[in-house]
């Protein structure tokens, strides 16, 4: 298991989630001196050329009916603001210190490659690729339209708005790619960031399909950063948006270079198949750029990686201590940042706590405030929070990496928990809340581990149980993710966990022996 910037990654590719930005004394000390001076200078420039082109963005649609606002804008509308927008845009980043842009390769013409696909999405300073492109539309959450300037200029580009929390609306946006792209060049060239995130450019992740859902040909754009001070990034976790803000105005100058590769057609299968044709420009792109092509994605702000269908978080649980544990509940459960960041829990207590949880979850009580978790706790902290936890999802996250319940007992009870009509067989709903469970990362795709367990349509304990212990790659979740160390657990006060320290009575109740 590697570890990079003090985040765990299970797999064998660099954590592409995380940033921090490294800096020597003399970096640090120059970069004080030069972003006080530049910094306010290059803000406020950026600012009026934002809002000089605010207006303008707004005239581009003004007085057009919703029909014609539907079709591609020509006329003045086009041939007199196209070119002052772009002006305008060039002089924002040119404000912020990217003073020049050096292009490698040739941008293919619309007819050739009806859309661009850009990677490594590195942070919002990205856009300064729709300069060398001439403001290709783009595809954009339909929350930026209420930002200011933002949403005008995303109104003047035309792009292609989808709501992630709307599945209407990323039917609608589907639907609209497939008609722009399958144009002939009635729409203009479109740009997209198929990553759909940013990333520290270590390595690709998975190419999400909805540049290639039409079929149609594309160019690939890569994206390069050659400075000294890797300050562009804005991640997960590590740098701040405004950290990035501040140092790379307080540079001299930053470079960027863009190189348009070959134009890549699919092949027949390709075309049938948007996810192979993805995966493997996603590949043809990472050789270019000389970095690892992933199955990373982000799911619901969480970092993971696939495999037999599961969501697996990148950083393990089963991997860290309790104290960590209390880092990824931060992580998880926003709502109990203040409760949890400040206890380190000894061994005894972690016991006493899961013996709590357990309890109050066979009664039937599975949800929790903020203010219970912390009477469940054991704990003299009672701030509270508006959202409440299921304590199933705490209970196993902890109880899988604390050692203390062996994962046959630990899956017995989780079957319990989720057989909600005691029938002794789970639905696929039950498997997926089951494992997301386990996991800690909620689960959507649990089709493959239902059919590899269920037997005739009905999921048995005993099915599932062999499946997870015996199956090769399921075996890999459970020895990555739910098995904590074979020589014992380490608590947050330090105190080695004996793994084989509880038993499993008749009735399916978890008992703990006293810790020595």
């Known amino acids: 298991m590697g570890s ?76 007199l603001l196209h070119p002052i927008i772009w002006l305008l845009s060039r002089a924002v980043f040119f404000s912020m210190g990217f003073l020049w842009v050096r292009v490698k390769g040739r941008r293919a013409d619309l007819k050739e490659a009806p859309v661009l696909v850009v990677a490594p999405h590195s942070s919002f300073l990205d856009m300064l690729v729709l300069c060398p492109t001439q403001l290709a539309t783009v595809v954009s959450r339909s929350e930026n339209t209420k930002l200011p300037v933002i949403g005008a200029l995303l109104e003047f580009n035309q792009s292609v708005l989808v709501s992630r929390k709307d599945p209407e609306s990323r039917k609608k946006a589907v639907a609209q790619l497939n008609e722009r792209l399958t144009s002939q060049g009635y729409w203009p060239q479109m740009l997209m960031f198929p990553e759909g995130t940013t990333t520290n450019g270590r390595a690709l992740i998975k190419f999400k399909p909805g540049a290639f859902l039409a079929g149609v040909p594309v160019q690939p754009v890569l994206l390069r950063y050659p400075n000294e001070l890797d300050c562009v990034r804005w991640t997960y976790k590590g740098t701040t948006w405004l950290e990035v803000l501040w140092h790379t105005a307080s540079q001299l100058y930053t470079n960027m270079t863009i190189e348009f590769l070959p134009v890549y057609s699919p092949s027949l299968e390709e075309k049938k198949d948007p996810n192979l044709y993805a995966d493997n420009v996603q590949k043809l792109m990472a050789r270019a750029l000389g970095v690892p092509a992933t199955d990373y994605v982000m799911e619901g ?11 697996l978080p990148l950083d ?17 459960l ?39 978790l912390v009477s469940i706790l ?42 909600k009509e005691g029938h002794g067989s789970l639905s696929a ?15 959507h795709k649990v089709e493959e581990l239902y059919a590899e367990a269920s037997n005739y349509g009905c999921l048995t304990e005993e099915h599932l149980l062999r499946v997870l212990t015996s199956h090769p790659t399921y075996q890999r979740v459970l020895n990555e993710y739910l098995h904590p160390d074979e020589t014992g657990s380490l608590l947050a006060n330090g105190e080695a966990v004996n793994n084989n320290s509880n038993t499993h009575n008749s009735n399916g109740s978890l008992q703990y022996k006293k810790l020595q």
């Open 378 to 419: 054991g704990l003299t902290d009672k701030r509270a929070a508006d959202e409440n936890v299921d304590l199933r999802h705490i209970y196993f996250s902890v109880a899988a990496l604390s050692g203390f319940v062996s994962f046959k007992s630990l899956l017995h009870t989780a079957f319990t928990c989720f057989d």
């Open 301 to 311: 702000r969480i970092p993971v990686h696939k495999l037999g269908g599961l969501s």
């Open 334 to 372: 926003p709502p109990f940042l203040m409760v949890l960041s400040s206890f380190s829990l000894g061994a005894a207590e972690v016991e006493a706590a899961l013996r709590r949880m357990i309890d109050r979850c066979q009664s039937g009580s599975v949800k929790a405030c903020a203010e219970d």
């Open 316 to 332: 393990s649980p089963a991997r860290e201590t309790l104290s960590a544990v209390a880092q990824k509940w931060l992580h998880l």
């Open 429 to 443: 709903g039950d498997l997926s809340n089951l494992m997301g469970a386990l996991l800690g990362v909620p689960q």
């Open 4 to 79: 990079h910037n003090g985040l765990s990654c299970t797999h064998e590719y660099p954590h592409p989630f995380v940033h921090e930005l490294k800096m020597t004394r003399f970096q640090r000390t120059k970069g004080i001196i030069l972003g006080s001076i530049l910094f306010p200078l290059r803000i406020a420039m950026a600012s009026l050329f934002f809002l000089i082109s605010w207006p303008l963005a707004r005239l581009r649609l003004a007085g057009l009916s919703e029909e014609e606002c539907s079709r591609p804008v020509t006329g003045w509308r086009r041939w």
